[in-house]
Nanobody, 122 residues
């Protein structure tokens, strides 16, 4: 049974940094496609970043150059380092595991964590 648990969210000022972690169990992390999505109140769930086979990474244009996704196989975790945060980054951030399909579509990810809240104050 795949389980994903996010942590590391919080309140930060504009320009600050946060590091999100996703602890995975029930799968061998190095073999799988993992992604981060976010959802603000009243908005759709949006793609943020993904790490694919051979650690190829993908980013939404809005976070490119500021966010970094990485995989720690020994700890079975996927991290999202977020720098230079902006108020528009405020959202509930979800970790997800993909089976197949496009990296930026929520439909490609059948397994989800419960999310961790990130709030960026102006």
């Amino acid at each position: 049974q795949v389980q994903l648990v996010e942590s590391g969210g919080g309140l930060v000022q504009t320009g600050g940094s946060l590091r999100l972690s996703c602890a995975a169990s029930g799968l061998t992390l190095s073999n799988y496609r993992m992604g981060w999505f976010r959802q603000a109140p009243g908005q759709e769930r949006d793609f943020v970043a993904a790490i694919w086979y051979s650690d190829v990474t993908f980013y939404a244009d809005s976070v490119k150059g500021r966010f970094t996704i990485a995989r720690d196989n020994a700890r079975s975790t996927v991290t999202l380092q977020m720098n230079n945060l902006k108020p528009e980054d405020t959202a509930l951030y979800y970790c997800a595991h993909s089976i197949s399909g496009p990296y930026d579509s929520p439909k490609s990810y059948p397994y989800w964590g419960r999310g961790t809240q990130v709030t960026v104050s102006s």
